[in-house]
């Protein structure tokens, strides 16, 4: 390892933040594939827009041994890979200030770490917080929590799990166990960076700011939920992980439960960050447990040819599921699930499907009134609705109309992990997830995990399983409707 280039560190561009303290971050699984796309681009992010810290470092870990030098030009190159163009000057301040530490870390040996954090400190300041990152396989959090607490790095520091938190209602269990042995739950972030999107967290402001909105809210009105992630993209540069983790995990008992809980939510006492983290958190526990009958498996053709794959292996890369939520609100209302990869499309949509009125018109077109929410990109809000055909007869169209919430005047979206990222360095938890809450999301999870169904084939390009689309009871995907 090549001796510390030192540059001084002080204020970054516009930072106008004054009261966020000098902070070490520490970056362990800095080499991935989840901080290379994600969580480094976000931290530039942070940096262009002056919502750093003051004075920081961030210092990459890992298990090999890598120069400063070339951790710099690896971010750089991780950065440009999300299409950013960069200031030189900013970037070569940026660059400035990030430092890589290997040979790993564990509770028996931390690698460089503890030595790079020395060379480091007095830059920072000698009463810097910490704020770490576990950007690693859900295997690794607990040796990775050991080694913090044995290394004494737990003082004044804030710690950001990655999902998949646990793998199952046990080692989950065991896991938040030992988080709680080594820290205080105030310090434990875990994130899921589906609530960090822009229009996740239009959601309850839609909801509870409209009138309109509000008062369809409810099994009276809403025959089917929709939460549906279709994805395109393979799992190839993430075998291992993906291997070893699968669809319902990686997806479905994590971000879209997490999403059918902003939607199943009753009104939050206030829109505080705890009460409405509370509101969110404790409707899971009405989750009922997942029948295997509500549940379909699919394994894209050519998975198994993947070099990191386990050979035979029945890992699924596409489940469907439908849920349902035992609330007054929700009851005999299905919430019906679904992503998967090398899919037809990629959409991330949430589609309230509205029932048909009892009146005196014949002829409304079935499961026709929709509200509909992309959760990609910058999001959007689609409103589906039965109007008269103009003309001389009495005859019924559907129409959508689209708001983009792009077009907002004034707006500044945040990125969800950027936005996510921002809240952990100002202690606001309220977009993260509570130990009780993935308690309850693993148990309604459980059945499924204890006894997974066989996945079924699908074709690269398909909409995976037709049994998958049977969950919907026919009325299908809403994402089909939409252009991606
Ligand atoms: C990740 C999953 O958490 O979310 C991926 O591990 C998935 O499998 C991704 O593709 C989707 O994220 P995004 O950024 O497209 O919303």
Do not use: C
Not at 128 to 149: E, N, S, W
Not at 244 to 250: E, L, N, Q, V, Y
Not at 419 to 434: C, I, K, M, P
Not at 456 to 473: K, N, Q
């Amino acid at each position: 390892m090549s001796t510390p280039e030192v540059t001084p560190v002080g204020p970054g561009p516009g930072t106008d933040e004054p009261d966020q303290e000098p902070t070490i971050f520490v970056l362990f699984g800095a080499t991935g594939d989840l901080a290379h796309r994600m969580v480094l681009p976000a931290y530039y992010e942070l940096y262009r827009r002056g919502l750093m810290p003051a004075h920081w470092v961030l210092i990459g870990n890992g298990r090999g041994d890598v120069s400063h030098e070339d951790f710099q030009g690896d971010v750089r190159g991780a950065v440009e890979g999300t299409g950013v163009q960069l200031d030189e000057q900013e970037w070569s301040a940026f660059a400035g200030r990030l430092r890589f530490a290997g040979g790993g870390f564990d509770d028996t040996d931390p690698g460089s770490l503890l030595d790079v954090i020395d060379t480091v400190r007095h830059q920072v300041g000698d009463n810097a917080r910490y704020i770490h990152y576990l950007a690693v396989p859900p295997v690794a959090f607990g040796p990775l929590t050991d080694g913090l607490k044995a290394h004494d790095l737990l003082t004044r520091a804030r710690v950001v799990y990655e999902k998949p938190y646990g793998t199952s209602p046990q080692s989950f269990q065991e896991l938040d166990d030992r988080v709680h042995a080594a820290m205080d739950e105030s310090q434990v972030y875990r994130i899921d960076h589906f609530l960090g999107k822009e229009a996740t967290q239009d959601l309850h402001v839609l909801r509870f700011a409209n009138t309109l909105v509000a008062s369809i809210w409810n099994n009276r009105h809403v025959a089917q939920v929709q939460i549906d992630v279709p994805e395109t993209l393979d799992v190839a540069d993430r075998a291992a992980f993906y291997d070893a983790t699968g669809a319902f995990r990686d997806m479905v008992a994590t971000h879209l439960f997490q999403v059918a809980a902003e939607i199943a939510m009753e009104p939050p006492v206030s829109f505080s960050a705890a009460d409405l983290q509370d509101a969110r958190e404790s409707v899971i526990a009405a989750f009922r447990p997942l029948r295997s009958e509500d549940v379909v498996f699919g394994q894209v053709e050519g998975y198994l040819d993947l070099p990191e794959v386990r050979e035979g292996s029945t890992t699924e890369t596409y489940a469907a599921a439908r849920l349902w939520v035992d609330t007054d609100r929700w009851r005999d209302v299905p919430f019906v699930l679904r992503s998967g990869k090398q899919l037809a499309k990629s959409e991330q949509r949430v589609t309230l499907i509205l029932k048909e009125p009892d009146g005196p018109l014949d002829g409304v077109p079935l499961h026709a009134g929709e509200l509909s929410f992309s959760l990609a990109g910058d999001g959007e809000i689609e409103l589906s609705l039965v109007l008269k055909k103009p003309g001389p007869g009495l005859d019924t169209v559907r129409q959508t109309m689209r708001l983009s919430l792009d077009d907002v005047p004034d707006s500044d979206p945040l990125p969800p992990y950027v936005a996510l990222l921002h809240d952990v360095t100002l202690g606001d938890r309220s977009l993260f997830t509570t130990g009780a809450g993935l308690e309850q999301a693993w148990r309604a999870a459980a059945p499924i995990i204890d006894a997974p169904p066989t996945p079924i084939r699908y074709a690269v390009g398909s909409d995976g399983p037709a049994e998958g689309d049977a969950l919907t009871d026919g009325i299908g995907w809403v994402a089909a409707q939409f252009d991606s």
